[in-house]
């Protein structure tokens, strides 16, 4: 089974830290992203990438940067956290490139408080 | 650009009751079409996915959609839910290397 493991399910910051969360999936997916899910507003796609340190901006990039130095590792960072960016956040990757109708495998999401 | 709309934020319905949750697209090319389940603090994970052939697909837990190109949906359906079924629905459609999701449907079965 593809296992999408994120290192922390919960987190509260002080508003103007640097946060990093983290993402590893064991199954040699090439294509990982991160999604932010909002009440009302489903699932938005912040950035994705589909190759070791390649990314692309997703629908709302803004206050948001990645980083895939391996295959199976990406982080979303927050350079400088702020309160309306308290939500839940969701990794997930799944098969190659160009590939749309595979399945994507999601983590079970990181819930950030940003106070 | 590619949309999902999902019509119903929520919709209870009894147990054993049979259920729609209602999803439409929009695309001028060649898509495929997903429905993910979200369970309570949980990610979410995939019920079924239309990719070509057969316009009804069938899922886990007894779940159906049915593909109609001419008025560009994929429904979802089940004769009869269970309280197990209380969860956060959504549809997607994929197309360039990137899937878009609907707001999802809460799904509430009522005992």
């Known amino acids: 089974d593809v296992k999408v493991t994120q290192s922390s399910r919960y987190l509260v910051k002080r508003t103007g830290e640097k946060v990093f969360l983290e993402c590893v999936q064991d199954m040699d997916h090439e294509n990982m992203f991160w999604y932010r899910q909002d009440p009302g507003l489903g699932l938005r796609l912040i950035y994705f990438s589909y190759d070791v340190k390649m990314k692309e901006k997703g629908d709302i990039p803004e206050g948001y940067s990645v980083s895939r130095e391996k295959k199976e590792r990406f982080s979303l960072i927050l350079e400088s956290a702020s309160t309306n960016q308290t939500s839940m956040y969701l990794c997930?990757?799944?098969?190659?490139?160009?590939?749309?109708?595979?399945?994507?495998?999601f983590g079970e999401g990181s819930w950030l408080t940003v106070v | 650009a590619q949309s999902v709309t999902q019509l119903d934020s929520q919709v209870p319905v009894f147990e054993e009751a049979p259920v729609e949750l209602r999803c439409n697209y929009s695309?001028?090319?060649?898509?495929?079409l997903f429905w993910y389940v979200q369970y309570p603090n949980q990610g979410l994970q995939l019920l079924l996915k239309y990719l070509s052939g057969s316009t009804l697909v069938k899922g886990i837990n007894g779940f159906e959609a049915e593909f109609n190109k001419s008025q560009t949906s994929f429904h979802l359906r089940k004769p009869s839910v269970h309280i197990s079924d209380t969860a956060e629905y959504f549809c997607?459609?994929?197309?360039?290397?990137?899937?878009?999701f609907g707001t999802g449907t809460k799904l509430q079965v009522i005992p």
């Open positions: 997607a459609a994929g197309g360039y290397q990137k899937v878009t």
């Open positions: 997930a990757s799944s098969l190659p490139r160009d590939s749309s109708g595979n399945t994507i495998y």
């Open positions: 695309s001028s090319v060649s898509v495929y």
